[in-house]
């Protein structure tokens, strides 16, 4: 098993940016694909990016390509997410999660609590 801890979220200004950790504990980091996902009041909860286990490659929805970068740091166990040009729409409770096998959009096996995000206009 592996448990997750996001941090990172606050309130900023549409344009600006802010960066999101997820820190990972208990079983190898590696061994896991990870993912961001979000959810805003009223909706429901939404895919954001995703990520192998090595980093080699990633995965955006198609409303972040380009503003949004998802890292790791497997040395480190944690996951990062660069959140650049920030708007309003971009407001919402950040989870990351974690997958035993496979990677992409769905199917994650481990949820850490989130964090918000709150973009002002």
């Known amino acids: 098993q592996v448990q997750l801890v996001e941090s990172g979220g606050g309130l900023v200004q549409a344009g600006d940016s802010l960066r999101l950790s997820c820190a990972a504990s208990?079983?190898?980091?590696?061994?896991?694909?990870m993912g961001w996902f979000r959810q805003a009041p009223g909706k429901e909860r939404e895919f954001v990016a995703a990520?192998?286990?090595?980093?080699?490659?990633?995965h955006y929805t198609d409303s972040v390509k380009g503003r949004f970068f998802i890292s790791r740091d497997n040395y480190k166990s944690t996951m990062y997410l660069q959140m650049n040009s920030l708007k309003p729409e971009d407001t919402a409770v950040y989870y990351c999660?974690?997958?035993?096998?496979?990677w992409g959009i769905g199917d994650y096996d481990y949820w850490g609590q989130g964090t918000q995000v709150t973009v002002s206009s």
């Open positions: 999660a974690a997958r035993e096998t496979g």
């Open positions: 208990g079983r190898t980091f590696s061994s896991y694909a």
């Open positions: 990520i192998t286990w090595t980093g080699g490659a990633t």
